[in-house]
Nanobody, 117 residues
Framework: QVRLVESGGGLVQAGGSLTLSCKVS???????????MAWYRQAPGKQRELVAS??????NYADSVKGRFTISKNNGRRTVYLQMNSLNVEDSAVYYC?????????WGQGTQVTSSS
């Protein structure tokens, strides 16, 4: 069974940094290499939105996080990271890791990020 487990969330002051991790298990390395991995977030009362994705080393970011967030992937560790700098109050949300498989998307349980002013 494929599982995605996020970690690294927490409370940080505005202007601070956090790094989220998403550990993937139950998958062979070649599939992890090829699948698109992404981070989404959902704030209270809002729809879930795409924050960043990575496919074959090509990254994509939401306009609201460009220049502040960086997505990366360690294939050997089957882990995806989201480095978040210059956090602001609007970045507060539950962050979810996502893997786009041929059989359909797989989601993690989410990790809370709160940035206080």
């Amino acid at each position: 069974q494929v599982r995605l487990v996020e970690s690294g969330g927490g409370l940080v002051q505005a202007g601070g940094s956090l790094t989220l991790s998403c550990k993937v298990s139950g998958i062979i390395l070649s599939e992890f290499w090829s699948n698109t991995m992404a981070w989404y977030r959902q704030a209270p009362g809002k729809q879930r939105e795409l924050v960043a994705s990575i496919t074959d080393g090509i990254t994509n970011y939401a306009d609201s996080v460009k220049g502040r967030f960086t997505i990366s992937k360690n294939n050997g560790r089957r882990t995806v990271y989201l480095q978040m700098n210059s956090l602001n109050v609007e970045d507060s949300a539950v962050y979810y890791c996502n893997m786009d498989r041929n059989t359909g998307p797989v989601w993690g349980q989410g990790t809370q990020v709160t940035s206080s002013s």
